[in-house]
């Protein structure tokens, strides 16, 4: 983004007043192929990544765009990225951590597929706080769950399921939970979590 984008979108964090000439000028500054989502305080948003600033125009204007500030990115990403890549393992097969993260995730998917379930696991990776898991679920027998006992016997009836759980979970106070997670997607369903939940982005196999 040049620097003009910057300096529009420096005025809507600062409350300067919007008309629809600054609306036009950001809209055609800003890349809306990184279409974001933004907490508000005091009806202005709240980037949860240093990395990207999300605004949202007023006026019944509602778009939510993400732009990228380049000063930014130099200043904060690498230390980011540094730090990210210092804590970033995958927990042991036989480890607390391991075992503590499938069981917690596993509490929403039975209620959700109706059917107790185990995991093969095909990516986990943790960081601090942060979780990241991508699974097949299966019966605890090894076999495939029965997906007619759920929500989504008519997705996978008509090849629409990608047969996946992808999750996301944060911990606090020594005690994982679950903080966002997909089943059956047959997209990339996490590209956006670093920048909806401020994870770090080394935590998923891909990232935008």
């Avoid at 986990?124 to 019966?139: D, G, H, L, M, Y």
């Amino acid at each position: 983004m040049d620097q003009r984008a910057a300096v529009l979108l420096a005025r809507f964090v600062d409350g300067a007043p919007q008309d629809v000439t600054i609306r036009a000028e950001v809209s055609s500054a800003i890349d809306r192929s990184t279409v974001g989502v933004c907490r508000f305080e005091r009806n202005q948003c709240v980037s949860a990544s240093a990395a990207t600033i999300l605004i949202r125009m007023r006026y019944d204007w509602s778009l939510v765009f993400a732009a990228s500030v380049s000063a930014v990115l130099q200043l904060t990403l690498p230390a980011q990225t540094a730090r990210a890549a210092d804590c970033l393992h995958t927990p042991a097969a036989s480890s607390a951590e391991r075992k503590a993260i499938l069981n917690t995730l596993r509490k929403p998917v039975e209620r959700e597929l109706g059917q107790d379930v185990r995991f093969l696991v095909e990516k986990i990776s943790a960081c601090r706080n942060w979780a990241f898991v991508e699974a097949t679920p299966q019966k605890p027998t090894g076999q495939p769950v029965d997906w007619s006992m759920s929500s989504y016997a008519g997705a996978v009836k008509h090849d629409a399921c990608g047969f996946y759980v992808h999750a996301l979970l944060t911990r606090k106070s020594g005690r994982w939970r679950v903080r966002h997670y997909e089943v059956c997607a047959t997209d990339v369903p996490y590209v956006s979590w670093p920048i909806v939940y401020g994870a770090p982005p080394q935590l998923f196999p891909y990232t935008e």
